[in-house]
């Protein structure tokens, strides 16, 4: 079974209707191991809320969307504190915020790619000589699943 580290970026894809919600929703049919940091429910929930907020969705969809997300089929294999110097070390050789890099320290653990929606993410890894495949964009899992 192939197995993934999914990110907030493509959480959220399954929480509300955004561009590549479909690719992201394909990633729940069953025939991959999802992983994240915990972080992942942390980061969707601030975008819930974000969009909240913005008057983007109602109490209502977020508190839907909260459930949804609580019982999504993703494990976390490790605590925080067990990523975080690895996740640093990331960050400090990326040159990337730290956050992200909690889902890369997870990759490497697993030898599961991170999938992500995130392009500046997906960029940076992607042009680093020994990480570069170690990330998938969401727009390039529907080529996969064909």
Request: hydrophobic share 50%; net charge negative.
């Amino acid at each position: 079974m192939t197995g993934y580290v999914v990110d907030a970026s493509v959480a959220v894809k399954w929480l509300v209707e955004e561009v590549l919600s479909d690719e992201a929703a394909a990633l729940l049919d069953g025939s991959s191991t999802l992983v994240a940091p915990p972080l992942l429910f942390a980061e969707a929930a601030n975008a819930l809320w974000a969009m909240r907020r913005r008057g983007n969705i109602g109490a209502a969809d977020m508190a839907e969307a909260v459930e949804i997300l609580r019982t999504a089929p993703v494990s976390t294999p490790l605590p925080m504190p067990d990523l975080t110097a690895a996740a640093t070390r990331l960050a400090s050789d990326l040159d990337h915020p730290v956050y992200d890099c909690f889902y890369l320290a997870l990759a490497i653990h697993t030898q599961y790619p991170v999938v992500t929606a995130d392009t500046r993410f997906h960029d940076k890894v992607r042009g680093h000589p020994y990480l570069a495949d170690r990330i998938r964009h969401l727009t390039d899992m529907s080529a996969k699943k064909a």
